[in-house]
């Protein structure tokens, strides 16, 4: 049966709706939170009355019935769906099934997440339903104080993670220099080779990716580029690993840095300087403060130093060019967020912290963990070297 959610009753009650609604698939990650139900399509649930309510196909219902966290589950079939697609354009037919099952319940308004499809509102508002946005997103708030069992489930993806980002060190200890590039097993070894040994090593624990980043050179500076191509020796290369279990959903993320020979003085400097804004924020998280604290605390280290962030120059593409961190859980990125506009933290919330430093056409160094908020600081569920990783 599905908990009680008093933050989404106040919703209601706030907005005067009947209930909330979500028309999405199980990869929605409010989908997922609110019904306990993953389906490849798309399918409604509704929390009225504190109860959850699903109206899923024919296809799905059997599954739904013993798999979802729902009070009750019902078919598209119960509310004259072939019929309406005897009569009816294709795209309104799972709209106007939907409106039919609000009716069965008495509802005359809901609630939606500020990605509803808009064919769908515009079908319940012909039918009569009001639709009100729920711009505050109060699910993904709900799902961002984690209770013990999700994090549990986090910190196992990240136990997993960490073996991965093992795997990845160790393949770049196994490699030689030759003319500056670096082999292994007598061919140039490539960002996609040390992608593949990650996946290989993160699949074995019941881990996936949809992808990861081993960026080497000028491309470590490109915000999320994945990389491509021969890694170089004395370059940093940055390896960020954010795979979700395949059973709990949720998801790890963590980034260490590693060079293969000599890193010059520069990069060193960087490194050092990015650990010292890495631990400042540690020092400044606990419950209570925000997350525009924290990255701030971050940003006088940089700044400090003369490199320009977000706070000093908001275009700038060198320096620390990206916030602090952000919340991990059912999404890779989700709330809270550790930016100029983050808000208070709270216990049970899991948060990245992951200062950088980049400069476009050279490179960048960056160094994530992944911690749980407690009334009086943090937990940290990494237990990975935090060094440059020079190998």
């Known amino acids: 049966m599905a908990p009680a959610y008093p933050q989404l009753t106040a919703t209601l009650d706030a907005t005067g709706t009947d209930g909330y609604l979500i028309d999405a698939d199980g990869e929605d990650s409010n989908q997922y939170y609110l019904s306990g139900y993953h389906a490849t399509d798309s399918f409604v649930t509704l929390y009225a009355d504190g109860e959850i309510r699903l109206l899923v196909s024919g296809l799905e219902y059997t599954r739904a019935i013993?798999?979802?966290?729902?009070?009750?589950?019902?078919?598209?079939?119960e509310f004259g769906f072939a019929e309406?697609?005897?009569?009816?354009?294709?795209?309104?037919?799972?709209?106007?099934?939907?409106?039919?099952?609000?009716?069965?319940?008495?509802?005359?308004?809901?609630?939606?997440?500020?990605?509803?499809?808009?064919?769908?509102?515009?079908?319940?508002r012909s039918e009569g339903i009001e639709v009100v946005t729920d711009y505050d997103d109060t699910v993904g708030g709900i799902r961002a104080v984690k209770t013990d069992a999700e994090i549990e489930h986090i910190a196992e993806t990240q136990r997993a993670n960490e073996r991965a980002m093992a795997v990845a060190e160790e393949t770049?200890?196994?490699?030689?220099?030759?003319?500056?590039?670096?082999?292994?097993?007598?061919?140039?070894?490539?960002?996609?080779?040390?992608r593949r040994e990650i996946e290989t090593a993160l699949l074995e624990d019941d881990c996936a990716l949809s992808d990861c980043i081993v960026a080497s050179s000028a491309e470590g500076a490109r915000a999320h580029a994945v990389g491509s191509g021969p890694i170089e020796a004395g370059e940093p290369i940055v390896v960020d690993v954010f795979p979700r279990h395949k059973e709990s959903r949720y998801f790890g993320d963590m980034t260490r840095t590693f060079v293969k020979g000599k890193p010059d003085a520069e990069i060193r400097e960087w490194y050092d300087l990015t650990r010292e804004a890495y631990e400042t924020?540690?020092?400044?998280?606990?419950?209570?403060?925000?997350?525009?604290?924290?990255?701030?605390?971050?940003c006088d280290v940089f700044e400090?130093?003369?490199?320009?962030?977000?706070?000093?120059?908001?275009?700038?593409e060198d320096g620390f060019f990206?916030?602090?961190?952000?919340?991990?859980?059912?999404?890779?990125?989700?709330?809270?967020?550790?930016?100029?506009?983050?808000?208070?933290?709270?216990?049970?919330?899991?948060?990245?912290?992951?200062?950088?430093?980049?400069?476009?056409?050279?490179?960048?160094?960056?160094?994530?963990?992944?911690?749980?908020?407690?009334?009086?600081?943090?937990?940290?569920?990494?237990d990975y070297r935090r060094e440059l990783g020079v190998v």
Do not use: C, M, W
């Open 66 to 77: 013993t798999d979802s966290d729902a009070d009750s589950v019902r078919k598209f079939s």
């Open 84 to 124: 309406k697609a005897a009569e009816h354009e294709r795209a309104r037919v799972g709209p106007l099934t939907t409106a039919a099952f609000l009716a069965e319940y008495g509802i005359d308004s809901v609630s939606v997440p500020a990605s509803f499809p808009t064919g769908t509102t515009d079908v319940l």
């Open 172 to 194: 770049l200890e196994r490699a030689t220099v030759e003319d500056d590039v670096l082999r292994l097993d007598e061919e140039v070894l490539t960002s996609e080779r040390v």
């Open 281 to 298: 924020a540690l020092r400044t998280i606990e419950a209570g403060v925000t997350g525009e604290a924290v990255d701030g605390a971050v």
């Open 304 to 316: 400090r130093e003369g490199y320009p962030t977000l706070r000093t120059d908001e275009s700038t």
């Open 322 to 382: 990206h916030a602090t961190g952000h919340g991990v859980g059912l999404a890779v990125h989700e709330s809270p967020s550790l930016n100029r506009f983050g808000g208070e933290l709270q216990p049970g919330h899991v948060v990245t912290v992951e200062p950088g430093l980049y400069e476009q056409g050279t490179g960048g160094v960056r160094l994530e963990d992944l911690l749980v908020v407690t009334e009086t600081g943090y937990e940290n569920l990494n």
